[in-house]
């Protein structure tokens, strides 16, 4: 997991390279987001709550706009 900034925008990108769902505890990605509650995952265009922890599914990865 790492955010890029760029022109004023922040990604949050979320990577799981295992076999199995994993779940990320949101303190773990708290300060990357800059207390933002909510962000827009880009692939699919659904939003997602950033006050809670987040699964990612197996093989999966997230790239979400703040």
């Known amino acids: 997991m790492y955010a890029r900034t ?3 925008k922040t990604e949050l990108i979320v990577l ?3 076999d199995a769902e994993q779940v990320v505890a949101n303190d773990h990605y708290r300060i990357m987001t800059n207390d933002s509650k909510s962000g827009k995952e880009l ?4 939003k997602i709550d950033l006050t809670k922890n987040m699964t ?3 093989r999966q990865s997230l790239i ?3």
Do not use: P
């Open 6 to 8: 760029n022109s004023g």
């Open 16 to 18: 799981n390279s295992t």
């Open 43 to 46: 692939i699919s265009g659904k």
């Open 56 to 58: 990612v599914g197996a």
């Open 64 to 66: 979400i706009e703040l």
